[in-house]
Antibody
Framework: EVQLVESGGGLIQPGGSLRLSCAAS????????MSWVRQAPGKGLEWVSV???????YYADSVKGRFTISRDNSKNTLYLQMNSLRAEDTAVYYCAREMATIMGGDYFDYWGQGTLVTVSS | SSELTQDPAVSVALGQTVRITCQGD??????ASWYQQKPGQAPVLVIYGKNNRPSGIPDRFSGSSSGNTASLTITGAQAEDEADYYCNSRDSSGNHLAVFGGGTKLTVL
């Protein structure tokens, strides 16, 4: 059974750093595309970042230069290092497995339960 | 970057058919995927590709696409279908980014 379990969220002051983790089971993280998607309170979904199976990484403009996506193959775990946090980064952060398709209709088939990050003084 | 536009809210009578739409330039090049999200829960994939349903998704959910518009149709809406629905696609600029629509709140009357 595929499972994704996020952890690492919490209350952090503006300008601070936090690292989120997403422990996967039932499949191999390094063989898949893996993404982070966030949702601010009462708002819609916002894609944040992806790491491809080959290791390439991509970011939304809103987090580029501040967030870093990575993985630990030995732990089958995905990470999101978040630096220089701002109030507008407050959100529930979900990790999701992304299925790539030849026809260009990628989709997110499995999601974690999310972890809440609150940036506030 | 690319934008996907959805109507903020749609309502449907119990047992009737409803279509939720998503517009964006990237949809001319890429299929949309659709997600259902109920309060306090993670999103759930309901439609992907041309018109594919993951295992466990009822066949009353279907997808279609024409030009720059993708649609999610629920035929015979049930009370449990009341939720937020989001479309998603690849950014059309070719820079490997993904985008979500703003979401549609579906109310089943």
């Amino acid at each position: 059974e595929v499972q994704l379990v996020e952890s690492g969220g919490g209350l952090i002051q503006p300008g601070g750093s936090l690292r989120l983790s997403c422990a996967a089971s039932g499949f191999t993280v390094s063989s898949n595309y893996m993404s982070w998607v966030r949702q601010a309170p009462g708002k819609g979904l916002e894609w944040v970042s992806v790491i491809y199976s080959g290791g390439s990484t991509y970011y939304a403009d809103s987090v580029k230069g501040r967030f870093t996506i990575s993985r630990d193959n030995s732990k089958n775990t995905l990470y999101l290092q978040m630096n220089s946090l701002r109030a507008e980064d407050t959100a529930v952060y979900y990790c999701a497995r992304e299925m790539a398709t030849i026809m260009g209709g990628d989709y997110f088939d499995y999601w974690g339960q999310g972890t809440l990050v609150t940036v506030s003084s | 970057s690319s934008e996907l536009t959805q109507d903020p809210a749609v309502s449907v009578a119990l047992g009737q058919t409803v279509r939720i739409t998503c517009q964006g330039d990237s949809l001319r090049s890429y299929y949309a995927s659709w997600y259902q999200q109920k309060p306090g829960q993670a999103p759930v994939l309901v439609i992907y590709g041309k018109n594919n349903r993951p295992s466990g998704i009822p066949d009353r959910f279907s997808g279609s696409s024409s030009g720059n518009t993708a649609s999610l149709t629920i035929t015979g809406a049930q009370a449990e279908d009341e939720a937020d629905y989001y479309c998603n696609s690849r950014d059309s600029s070719g820079n490997h980014l993904a985008v979500f629509g703003g979401g549609t709140k579906l109310t089943v009357l």
